[in-house]
């Protein structure tokens, strides 16, 4: 099996900073593109950011210049650097990636159970 844990979230003022991290584990062979998701209460999931296995970025244009993605391939561990937080970020954050378990299978994906992040103004 492979699991995503997620890890990092809390509470912060407005303006403030965390740092998300998300680790797979299991039977893994391969991972692939790996991505930060987030859904407010009442509120379709949307896009934050996302990582190729080449690490070629994307962005919600929302979050540009003060969200950072990356990865470390070690360590199958892909983080979310977020700055200049605003109160209508609240959300639970989830990341997911494509994992591929065999060389022979195709990969699935795979998504954490998520975080909560909580912008105060």
């Known amino acids: 099996q492979v699991q995503l844990v997620e890890s990092g979230g809390g509470l912060v003022q407005a303006g403030g900073s965390l740092r998300l991290s998300c680790a797979a584990s299991?039977?893994?062979?391969?991972?692939?593109?790996m991505g930060w998701y987030r859904q407010a209460p009442g509120k379709q999931r949307e896009l934050v950011a996302g990582i190729t296995s080449g690490s070629t970025t994307n962005y919600a244009d929302s979050v540009k210049g003060r969200f950072t993605i990356s990865r470390d391939n070690a360590k199958n561990t892909v983080y979310l650097q977020m700055n200049s937080l605003k109160p209508e970020e609240t959300a639970v954050y989830y990341c997911d990636a494509f994992i591929r378990r065999k060389p022979t299978m195709d990969p699935g994906n795979y998504w954490g159970q998520g975080t909560q992040v909580t912008v105060s103004s």
């Open positions: 299991g039977s893994i062979f391969s991972i692939g593109a």
